[in-house]
């Protein structure tokens, strides 16, 4: 099938469901509501995510709302993925599998807490099938060990197997890095059963991305986690963009003087920009290089996968923005405290 | 050659004698059954209130249906697991049965013999799942360091060093050999397991925190070895190797076991089995029938000459109360009689539906239309009886009887219009033409094909006006373009271009046009007709200028379907030279070989050839003729298959 019959549909849809986008001002007038849940009044009565909000009885709860938010998220991938078949279609639900994992590493920090796991509803997905794992069946879980054994027969047991006697600081961390890793190398194989055409753009969106964590990661392994070079060298992502295997190497036995040197000369310069801190803010750069490319993308509009791909991760910026916003006002950061630390640049903002 | 006639059957019965009479039923094959709830709500159970009669018609007060028992289902499950386990197997039969065992009867012995069998299923279950492990990880582990002649032992007592042994996945390798240089380990590849290659790691004590992290990091599987094996790596080879001997032995003992469980209980398990069927059965016929405290209410539909044979099912159970009600109510089932001749026609209108019960039957129409067709695109004697030769051997595969048997009458046709043609396996010269030889007369050939078609849609005309008669619809059958006034229209059309093509004189312009007006204009008006003939008011639907739009396009419908229905047919004059044409082709080819064996191979792959795929492809525009030229003016098929109740399905 050429790409003209496939994405012409799919395209056009798009384009309809970005213009229900949040505007500038709804940024701004949600900021400068006083109270959390005039926020989620606002959200609900003159926003898209009006519809996904009006089944929550208590708006002051914000975790329902961030629930159902995301929830939002998936209900438009579901959307999208109706127009796709074979491996566009299993490429799109590759895409979604990053929420399995995200769910699981919720369940994983739930049991460090010594939580029981049946008080979480189904997280991300709305529908069961959506889950490659019974979900029902892991919800009864009554420790990590057990946790892991009901996974058996999935993608996750092989992964999260041999770290299931760790003592729960140590393993999380583990569990979540191979989580990672996992949902990393099944998109990228997903990614290269796509078109050729496709497949080109699709390995620069993923290679970027993982440039950016890569560095990341470097980063804060040297500076916090206080790990052997060869546990960092293993634990970064493969396939990256302007970072090989052997640039990556020899960040690892550097410094984070040497890394900044070097991330200074390439294309992620400002995530290394020291007039703010980095520790805070690499992250929301990070965020803002992604988000900056995907509406580019936009931009070109071409009949290929870019323009659904950027929908998504707009969607998803601009969700974890409405989040930001909604935390701030609970922790009572003010107006331009805020804006710092949204992905989307508004007006007034510096960067 | 017809609809049978149908009569609704309503039954009162003692509820002591419902299974009875249920198999009498399922037996006989000849009830189809209706929810009978559904007759006494709408008020058809109605019986004379006589004395006799009162209790029932009281009882009928108290009634409910049969809650299904899903219980079978779990002995379904059950008899197939064991069947399973003891790899039997069976052959239900459930004709001759009765039901002699109750639910719970059958459980119980089921579950007995379940539970015999399971000790040693589970055993052998374990026994198989321990060796695939040696198999899987030990054993293929040690391959291919076979000539290693250092005991694990003695690795296990190093001073300074440690060793792990653990599987690792192909990316993960890789990463390790890229780093190789910076890691304070000897790594010695080993062998293979299921699950990745199988590596020893070789360091020092004192890294040994480092070299777990890193390990770790590269999602390394640790086997761990048991302390039994502590030789050399062949030393323990061999131990493997005779473990897995005792167990395929103590295997084999368990699989006796089980085949000696299995021929005990065979017999046994295909009995209980049968019964579950033959209970599930009537369960499923019971959801139809409506029970009271005493009675059972049943409904189905009969033929009328099955009655007697009914009756006399009835005549054993006395106190059972049966009601023949005709035809007149709802929608009765269709069963469609024919003779040997026609039968297998009846499965290509069924293909395209079941006519209802007030619709006349097509296939008698259908098989000779279908044959004349058939056999004029496809003259010829020999290839004919090719076909008659391969349908008769269809028609005793199972299954492929009806379709053998249109094949059969197919291939008869073609040898009568090659007999007519004059030809034998293509060649024209052996016998005399009877009639017509199509290549030499090519526009005679087209000619009688158009004639033929106005013939078959004539008739198909007048079957439909008879339908929409039966119908009581007025709108299709007397102003419809299917109707009179579209029939009255084509002949006149017919007339008018005919005769003027002809340059014969049939009918005056001046006569026919004022006809062609009128069927026209009762075409356009036929809905407020209808309504002024049948007194009903308004005359017009909701949406009058909506009507007259469709109204005034469908015209331009009706001329492009007479004129497009009657060209149509062209092509089967059209077929008819084809079949000549292709033939010719083959025997120039023949000529030009220039030796008479090649010649005869030629014509023999020439005849292979129209044989397969010219017949296949006459057969199919034979079929689209009849479904798309002629059925579509007459023929509806909507109703509903006539389907009695049996053991069997």
């Not at chain 1, 916090?224 to 190497?249: C, H």
């Not at chain 2, 017809?2 to 609704?8: D, F, G, Q």
């Not at chain 2, 089921?110 to 321990?130: F, G, H, R, T, W």
């Amino acid at each position: 099938m050429g790409n003209e019959r496939r994405f012409s549909a799919i395209n056009t849809k798009i384009r309809v469901m970005r213009s229900r986008f949040l505007k500038d001002e709804d940024y701004i007038a949600l900021m400068e509501k006083d109270k959390l849940a005039d926020q989620v009044l606002y959200l609900r009565d003159n926003t898209v995510y009006g519809q996904m909000l009006s089944h929550i009885d208590n708006i002051d709860d914000v975790q329902q709302v961030e629930l159902q938010l995301e929830r939002f998220l998936i209900v438009q991938f579901t959307k999208i993925l109706k127009y796709f078949s074979d491996d566009y279609e299993k490429f799109y639900k590759s895409l979604m599998f990053r929420y399995e994992t995200e769910d699981l590493k919720l369940y994983l920090r739930a049991l460090a807490r010594g939580e029981d796991l049946t008080k979480y509803e189904k997280v991300s997905f709305i529908k069961n099938e959506y889950y490659s794992f019974s979900y029902e069946k892991i919800r009864n879980s009554k420790n990590l060990e057990d946790f892991i054994e009901r996974l058996k027969g999935t993608k996750f047991y092989d992964v999260l197997y041999p770290y299931r006697h760790e003592n729960y600081q140590k393993l999380l961390f583990y569990m979540e890095m191979n989580l990672d890793r996992l949902y990393f190398t099944a998109l990228s194989e997903s990614g290269q059963k796509l078109s050729r055409s496709d497949r080109e753009i699709f390995n620069i969106f993923l290679g970027e991305n993982i440039d950016l964590l890569n560095i990341e990661w470097i980063y804060r392994g040297i500076k916090f986690y206080n790990l052997v070079p060869e546990e960092l060298i293993n634990y970064t992502l493969p396939n990256g963009l302007a970072l090989d295997y052997k640039e990556l190497k020899k960040l690892c036995y550097g410094s984070i003087e040497d890394l900044k040197i070097y991330v200074s000369k390439t294309k992620y310069k400002e995530l290394v920009n020291e007039e703010k801190d980095l520790d805070l803010f690499m992250e929301i750069r990070i965020q803002r290089h992604l988000f900056n490319t995907f509406k580019n993308s936009f931009k070109r509009g071409k009949l290929d996968v870019s323009i659904s791909i950027a929908y998504l991760h707009l969607l998803e910026f601009e969700i974890k923005d409405i989040i930001s916003i909604l935390e701030a006002k609970k922790y009572g950061l003010s107006y331009y405290d805020t804006k710092e630390y949204l992905v989307r640049t508004i007006k007034g903002s510096d960067e | 050659m017809s609809v049978e006639k149908m009569t609704m059957m309503n039954i009162i019965g003692n509820i002591r004698d419902v299974d009875g009479v249920l198999k009498d039923i399922l037996k006989s094959e000849k009830v189809d059954l209706v929810s009978a709830l559904k007759q006494i709500e709408d008020n058809n159970f109605l019986f004379d209130v006589s004395d006799e009669n009162i209790d029932r018609l009281i009882d009928l007060n108290y009634i409910a249906t049969f809650d299904k028992d899903e219980r079978y289902v779990e002995l379904l499950k059950k008899g197939e697991n064991l069947k399973e386990i003891l790899g039997l197997d069976l052959n239900y039969k459930t004709h001759e049965l009765d039901v002699k065992l109750s639910k719970e009867e059958i459980l119980s012995e089921l579950d007995e013999i379940c539970e015999e069998v399971q000790e040693p299923s589970i055993m052998l279950q374990a026994l198989k799942k321990e060796l695939e492990f040696l198999d899987s990880f030990y054993s293929n582990s040690f391959k291919q360091i076979s000539d290693f002649s250092v005991p694990i032992r003695d690795l296990r007592d190093m001073q300074y060093f440690n060793f792990k042994m653990g599987i690792l996945t192909k990316d993960d390798r890789l990463k390790l050999k890229k780093n190789y240089e910076n890691i304070l380990a000897i790594l010695l590849h080993t062998g293979s397991s299921a699950d990745g290659e199988v590596y020893i790691v070789l360091y020092p004590k004192s890294v040994e925190e480092e070299m777990r992290r890193i390990l770790r990091s590269l999602n390394f599987r640790e086997i761990i070895i048991p302390k039994e094996y502590s030789g050399t790596p062949q030393e323990i080879q061999s131990q493997i190797q005779s473990m897995k001997d005792r167990l395929n032995m103590e295997i084999e003992v368990q699989e006796r076991r089980i085949a000696q469980l299995g021929e005990k209980y065979k017999e046994r398990v295909n009995f209980l089995m049968e019964q579950v069927k033959l209970i599930s059965k009537l369960d499923n016929v019971k959801e139809n029938i409506a029970f009271s405290k005493k009675y059972f209410y049943l409904s189905g539909w009969i033929t009328e000459s099955d009655k007697d044979e009914i009756n006399k099912i009835f005549d054993k159970y006395p106190g059972t109360l049966l009601l023949l009600k005709g035809d007149k109510q709802y929608n009765p089932p269709t069963k469609l009689r024919n003779n040997w001749f026609f039968k297998p026609f009846q499965w290509m209108v069924s293909m395209y539906g079941t006519p209802s019960y007030n619709e006349l039957d097509p296939t008698p129409f259908v098989s000779l239309s279908y044959m004349l067709l058939f056999g004029t695109m496809f003259g010829d004697l020999g290839q004919g009886f090719v076909f008659v030769l391969a349908g008769m051997y269809l028609a005793k595969r199972k299954k492929m009887e009806l379709f053998g048997g249109l094949i059969t009458r197919l291939g008869i046709a073609s040898m009568i219009f090659g007999l007519l043609y004059g030809a034998v396996f293509g060649i024209e010269t052996l016998i005399p033409a009877l009639w017509i030889k199509p290549f030499d007369n090519i526009n005679d050939m087209l000619m009688i094909a158009i004639f033929m078609g106005v013939g078959l849609l004539l008739t198909a005309y007048t079957y439909g006006i008879i339908n929409a008669y039966k119908r009581h619809d007025i709108e299709e059958g007397l102003f419809g373009k299917e109707g009179v006034a579209g029939v009255v229209l084509y002949i006149t059309l017919l007339a008018l271009v005919g005769g003027s093509m002809l340059g014969l004189n049939i009918l005056p312009m001046f006569i026919g046009v004022p006809i062609v007006i009128v069927c026209l204009l009762a075409i356009v008006f036929r809905l407020p007709l209808t309504h002024m003939i049948e007194k009903k008011r308004p005359l017009h639907g909701d949406d009058i200028s909506g009507y007259y739009v469709e109204s005034i396009f469908s015209l331009l419908e009706t001329f492009l379907s007479l004129l497009s229905g009657t060209v149509s047919f062209i092509r089967v004059g059209a077929f008819a030279l084809t079949h000549v044409g292709l033939f010719l082709a083959f025997e120039t080819i023949g000529h030009m070989i220039n030796s008479a064996v090649g010649n005869i191979i030629v014509i023999i792959i020439g005849n292979i050839f129209i044989i397969g795929l010219e017949g296949l492809i006459v057969f199919i525009q034979g079929m689209r003729l009849q479904y798309y030229e002629l059925f579509s003016r007459y023929y509806k098929g909507e109703g509903r298959e006539f389907n009695p109740v049996s053991l069997e399905k």
